[in-house]
Each structure stands twice: as C-alpha cells, then as structure tokens.
C-alpha cells in the first residue's frame, strides 16, 4: 500500500511517500512559515504526483494555522483521489524518533507553555494524554530523565536534570509508528483554547 504522510504541525513543512514501511521519497525543511506555498507545489513533485492508496496527517498539536493546513490539503487530496484520511498524533511523530525506553516529549505550546506528554518505546505507546503547561508546572508532574523534542531543554532546566534527545515530527517517521498510532480522525488537535476572542458588540 502506498501512504502519502503530511505533516505542518511545527516550525517544518515535511511530507513522504512510503510504499508499505519503506520510504520512496521524503522532504522536510524547516521553514518557520510557508506551509502553505510549499505543501502542494511539493507533493506535486514526488513520484506520481504523489498519488497514494491513503494519506495520514499529523493532527497536532502544534501551531494553530499550520496544522489546518496539513488537515485541508489532507482532506482534499483524498477527496480528489477518493482515498482514505486518517490523522497521528505530531507528538508521536516526534516520539517516533527517540531512542530512549520512557521518555517526555515537550514542544513549544506557546504564551510560555510547553505541550507534554510521556510515552514508552516497549510497546511504544503514549502513557496519559498530553497537556498543556507552563515549564515549572511541567517540572512537578513529568519527572522521567529522558526528554525529546524541541522544548526539551526548557524542561529539563525547569528541573534542574534530565537527559535531552533531539527528535522532530517528520512524515516519514509514520513508517516507525505501530498501526494503531495512525487511525485518528483526520480533524486538529490542540492544546489549548485559540488566541483570538469574539467581538461582543456592546449594547
């Protein structure tokens, strides 16, 4: 089976082509922004078009924008190719590519806080869901050594110890993810509430 894997939850804009768990072609560039002027021209570069036999998108948590544009360009390329959706979790993207056993992977969550959550390698799987915190919250309630992703040292120096590992959310990484890690529902998830507030008109 050919995947199309897409991922724009975080500071890159990664795709890959896997034929069954073996990687036909993947790229991924951190880009900051442009997910959006990237994501199409690029999957139009890969093989075929990159026609596939299903897509899977990470769903965030992440960067409110980038992750609807992983999910829209998701959801109409399978419209158009008329395959299936399905979504993972970035955070187990990033997981994916840690090497310790029982690990916390932390990114940025914004307005300080960092997105957690702890996961095991034997089987892999996350233990608890993830949360929203500010580092020193963090620090009390996530206390295993290794930490991976990219706020990792801010955790680790709101402890005062543990071991960082580098690990990014790459779309290639779904070919290291058990099955069962990728048949989420292809809708965001986040980590908190959205910046912007309601107008209320006075009366």
């Not at 078009?49 to 609807?68: E, K, Y």
């Not at 190719?81 to 187990?92: E, I, M, N």
């Not at 994916?96 to 702890?118: K, P, S």
């Not at 290794?146 to 543990?162: E, K, P, Q, W």
């Amino acid at each position: 089976m050919r995947t199309l894997a897409i991922e724009t939850a975080g500071n890159a804009c990664s795709i890959a082509l896997l034929d069954g768990k073996r990687i036909v072609a993947e790229r991924h560039e951190l880009v900051g922004r442009g997910h959006a002027e990237r994501l199409i021209p690029w999957i139009a570069e890969l093989l075929g078009g990159g026609r596939a036999d299903r897509i899977i998108v990470g769903c965030g948590p992440g960067s409110f924008t980038g992750v609807r544009i992983g999910i829209a360009a998701a959801r109409g390329l399978g419209l158009g190719w008329g395959v299936p959706v399905t979504g993972v979790s970035s955070l187990a993207l990033v997981a994916a590519g840690c090497a310790a056993d029982r690990f916390i992977v932390a990114i940025d969550g914004g307005h300080g806080e960092l997105l957690v959550q702890q996961y095991s390698r034997s089987p892999f799987h996350a233990e608890g869901d993830f949360v929203s915190l500010t580092p020193e919250n963090a620090a009390t309630v996530m206390t295993v050594d290794a930490v991976a992703g990219a706020g990792a040292d801010r955790l680790i120096t709101a402890r005062g110890y543990g071991t960082g590992f580098f690990a990014e959310a790459r779309a290639a990484h779904i070919a290291l993810l058990p099955d069962a890690s990728l048949g989420l529902a292809a809708s965001p998830l986040y980590g908190r509430g959205p910046d912007a507030k309601p107008l209320v008109n006075p009366k």
